[in-house]
């Protein structure tokens, strides 16, 4: 109590003291205001002159000095030898930042003799815990549950300190002249512990002990073999006066053992848990004796730390088989509810899923209503989705969630599994699995939908062939219908043209009448022009641009008769690529072109006429352009008898879909504009074909 008071006093003496002074005429003198100093601070280089003695050394970067306030730590530079512990000194250094706490780097000390180390604080867990008094000398006081060896000739004491459990190392090797466990001692040590460096938080603390000299025993426990006994009943119920901190003794038979430390037992229809202190083989159906200390898992009391004093060998327990998993669980708020956490048992579920675990496997097994989570070592044969299999194991809650009351009720249940012989498949599964039969369902759709696919484009090509095919078809038929009529005007229409014109060259040579001769030369004149047209339409009708839907090659068949007239010169000019079209179409447009000429040459007596074609998405644009006179369009539209030219091209026009306008002025010449819509029905059938023989 006064060595607390006294270090209560100290610190608020050393935090007052330096405030007056300013920062860079500031020195440090003290522990505990070294101690006191914020990040910022600390890590600003303050000077530091101390006095004290070494408590501990960890290495020459980490050397632990008290004074009459408190404790710092300090980094000595390399090659420096560092103090024992035990050395009084004084130092010169400055501060920096440490991991946890301010401390001091780049110290040079000297030597001025031996003292004896300090008493320790009076301390609790909760103040190791929040580090109150982290890198001080403290005194604490427990029940060592286990002392273990560990490299470097150190060992590790593990003390409980009420229901908590602190490690403490000890900087020797385990004193083999007395044992320790189960004892009450008090400590005196260093309080340290590891550090989450990046956030500076403490995240286990622990305590420094340089020799056994500074654990003393307060009480002395009795032999193992002279521990309590109880009955697993009895682990964590209620007595009158508390069951205590110490060990006491148990017997059972194992039904199982989990790993080299944890093992099942069962005490007629109770069952507990027991975690070894050492590794002791053991197998199932062993009576053993065991003694440790009382624990509260996760939901039933175990044994911890324990240690075998007896062993028979007996045959291995039967499981408990359980008819569904609700078993497991029980009912809420049932006061039997959680009865088989720590049984050997054998259930049968069917196989949900397995997934990958730290610590082996995990199946989720389904029953009527529930679900349950089954641990398969690593190397167990993990049963396929679908299975239905017979797992023996034992069972464990996990969780543990409020019931009604001052009640507990189990939460989350597991199944670990005793292997080889706890997992059994008693059913494999279908092999029509919700996976493959998706998978197969994918399948079929993929196939269909190519199906389709494929029969979607046979069908339009099929569409396109036909077309094409009825196009040579019709324009076959066209073309020998267009010949048989051109035979036909040839061997009777033209050949009695010729016969009337020799009647008439014969009937000149016998009229002597100047009249008669006059009348008789029109007629031949007429008759010459009759032949003439004949000719120009048997012509026509042999022409295969028409029936080729080459409507350019049709056009240029105009212009070079035209042309052979030598008196007007007749151009072709396409602005693009023109389409094939129909048959009729090119006739049409033909004839229109070929009237236009025409009647530039005739009536406007044009000497030059530009034939231009474009072709669009949607039309097709063909303009006729002569260098003639003119005409006045308003007036020379207009019907007059005997000239029945424009008209026809207006039908010619109208059967086609197109539209026809002229344009002109006087003395500037004339346009005659087709424009003709083009359906895509229309170019697709007007695709070439070779003209049929004959």
């Given at each position: ?523 031949r004149n007429l008759v010459t022009r009759i032949q003439v047209e004949t000719r120009d339409l048997i012509s026509d009708l042999r022409d295969p641009a028409e029936t080729a839907g080459d409507l350019l090659a049709a056009l240029e068949s105009v212009a070079a008769r035209a042309n052979a007239d030598e008196d007007v010169l007749v ?124």
């Amino acid at each position: 109590m006064f060595s607390s008071r006294f270090h209560v006093c100290a610190l608020l003496v050393a935090l007052a003291l330096p405030c007056a002074l300013p920062a860079q005429n500031r020195v440090l003198t003290k522990a505990i205001e070294v101690r006191a100093l914020t990040p910022t601070e600390a890590a600003g280089g303050i000077p530091v002159r101390l006095r004290g003695v070494v408590v501990l050394v960890e290495s020459p970067s980490a050397v632990f000095l008290q004074d009459d306030t408190s404790t710092t730590f300090f980094r000595l530079p390399a090659r420096t030898p560092p103090p024992a512990v035990g050395d009084e000194i004084e130092l010169t250094s400055k501060t920096r930042l440490g991991l946890y706490l301010p401390g001091l780097d780049d110290a040079t000390f000297r030597v001025l003799g031996r003292r004896a180390l300090p008493p320790g604080i009076p301390a609790q867990f909760d103040d190791l815990y929040f580090g109150r008094y982290h890198y001080q000398r403290v005194t604490v006081e427990g029940i060592v549950r286990s002392v273990q060896p560990v490299d470097g000739g150190k060992s590790l004491l593990r003390l409980a300190m009420g229901s908590r459990v602190i490690e403490v190392r000890v900087e020797a090797a385990p004193d083999a002249e007395r044992t320790l466990v189960d004892h009450r001692v008090r400590i005196t040590g260093l309080a340290a512990g590891l550090i989450n460096t990046p956030r500076r938080q403490l995240v286990q603390p622990y305590l420094r002990v340089i020799q056994w000299a500074e654990v003393v025993v307060v009480a002395a426990a009795p032999p193992a073999a002279e521990a309590p006994r109880v009955s697993a009943d009895d682990l964590l119920a209620f007595r009158v006066t508390g069951l205590g901190e110490q060990r006491v003794r148990l017997e059972g038979v194992v039904t199982a053992t989990l790993g080299y430390d944890q093992v099942f037992l069962e005490q007629g229809a109770s069952a507990f848990a027991v975690r070894l202190g050492q590794p002791t083989p053991l197998a199932p159906g062993d009576r053993v004796t065991v003694v440790g200390f009382p624990s509260m898992e996760r939901f039933s009391a175990s044994v911890v730390d324990a240690e075998v004093l007896g062993r028979t060998p007996g045959a291995a327990p039967a499981p408990l088989d359980v008819a569904t998993l609700d078993e497991l669980y029980g009912r809420r708020g049932d006061p039997l509810s959680g009865k088989h956490d720590g049984r050997l048992v054998r259930i049968v579920g069917t196989v949900r899923d397995s997934f990958k675990a730290e610590d082996g496997t995990t199946l989720l097994l389904q029953g009527n209503q529930r679900t349950i989570q089954a641990r398969l070592p690593d190397g167990a044969a993990v049963p396929v989705a679908g299975a239905v299999v017979r797992l023996t194991g034992i069972c464990q809650v996990d969780t543990a969630v409020f019931g009604p009351g001052f009640r507990s009720d189990p939460g989350l249940v597991s199944l670990r599994a005793v292997l080889p012989a706890g997992l059994e498949v008693r059913r494999t599964p279908s092999w029509w699995t919700p996976r493959r039969l998706s998978a197969v369902l994918a399948a079929l759709a993929g196939v269909t939908l190519l199906a389709g696919g494929w029969i979607a484009i046979l069908r339009r090509q099929v569409r396109r062939q036909t077309a094409a095919l009825r196009h040579r078809i019709e324009a076959g038929a066209a073309l020998q219908e267009r010949h048989r009529i051109a035979r036909e005007f040839h061997d009777t229409l033209e050949q009695e043209l010729a016969g009337v014109s020799l009647r008439l060259d014969a009937l000149a040579t016998r009229v002597a009448d100047e009249k008669g001769k006059s009348l008789i030369g029109a007629s031949r004149n007429l008759v010459t022009r009759i032949q003439v047209e004949t000719r120009d339409l048997i012509s026509d009708l042999r022409d295969p641009a028409e029936t080729a839907g080459d409507l350019l090659a049709a056009l240029e068949s105009v212009a070079a008769r035209a042309n052979a007239d030598e008196d007007v010169l007749v151009r072709i000019a396409a602005a693009s690529a023109l389409p094939f079209l129909p048959a009729g179409t090119v006739h049409d447009l033909r004839m229109i072109a070929r009237e236009a000429i025409n009647n530039a040459r005739k009536h406007g007596r044009a000497t030059h006429v530009t034939v231009e074609v474009e072709a669009g998405a949607h039309q097709l644009t063909m303009r006729i352009v002569d260098n003639g006179c003119g005409f006045d369009v308003a007036t020379a539209l207009e019907r007059k008898r005997g000239h029945f030219g424009c008209a026809g091209m207006r039908e010619r026009g109208r059967k086609i879909g197109a539209e026809i306008t002229w344009l002109s002025t006087l003395q500037k010449g004339a346009t005659v504009a087709v424009v003709v819509p083009l359906r895509p029905a229309d170019v697709a059938a007007g695709h070439p074909a070779p003209p049929p023989a004959g």
